[in-house]
């Protein structure tokens, strides 16, 4: 199984610019996550989806937006990038939501200029 | 909203007991979990504690819980210098993580 992998490893987008993020998990997770990981604030929830055909907003969604159209992809979306939107982001999976693990992908790291 | 406290940094000489703290907000959380971020890589669980625990041991890991003053901590004994690592608490629950305190082991 390769968990969750995520592409691309790397990006460097211009203001303005669009891009879309893909995860995918091989463990029939239900749950899926977009977190953002910045310097000294920790994971930040972007948003998330508790099964195929839906998502829902986390703690930081502006400038993002989601689908989930196949149960083991969740896609990540900027419309318009901005410097802000620097991150090292993350995707993440787990079976169901309270008490159970989630599973990490390795990170993207976005530059926005 | 609510918020998960942890510090930034912690460095112990190696063969040392390391203990990372931290506090959370959210009191209906049923479960706290302790993550494990190397270098380049994602989050791994590294353990969890139900919320009608006051510790649970697992190996070299002892994680307390005190529930009235909402305090976690991570105590690692006889760390390695394989312990190096950010270490991120969470709560589950509205999945907020704290920033991470990044574990500096010295030979």
């Known amino acids: 199984n390769a968990g969750v992998t995520q592409t691309p490893k790397f990006r460097v987008l211009k203001t303005g610019q669009s891009m879309t993020l893909l995860c995918a998990q091989d463990m029939n997770h239900e749950y899926m996550y977009w977190y953002r990981q910045d310097p000294g604030m920790g994971l930040r929830l972007i948003h998330y989806s508790v099964g195929e055909g839906t998502t829902a907003k986390g703690e930081v969604p502006d400038g993002y937006n989601v689908s989930r159209l196949k149960k083991q992809n969740f896609l990540l979306g900027l419309e318009s990038a901005a410097p802000s939107q620097t991150s090292v982001y993350f995707c993440?999976?787990?079976?169901?939501?309270?008490?159970?693990?989630?599973?990490f992908g390795p990170g993207t790291r976005l530059t926005v200029l | 909203g609510e918020d998960v406290e942890q510090s930034l940094f912690l460095s112990v000489r190696e063969g040392d007991s390391s203990v990372i703290n931290c506090t959370y907000t959210d009191s209906s959380s049923t479960y706290l979990y302790w993550y494990k971020q190397e270098p380049g890589a994602g989050l791994q669980l590294l353990t969890y504690?139900?919320?009608?625990?006051d510790m649970k041991q697992d190996q070299r890991l002892t994680v307390l819980l005190n529930k009235k003053d909402k305090h976690l901590s991570l105590r690692i004994a006889d760390t390695q210098t394989g312990d190096s690592a950010i270490y991120f608490c969470a709560e589950s629950g509205d999945m907020r993580f704290g920033a991470g305190t990044r574990l500096t082991v010295k030979p």
């Open positions: 993440a999976s787990s079976y169901s939501s309270s008490g159970n693990e989630q599973f």
């Open positions: 504690i139900f919320s009608n625990m």
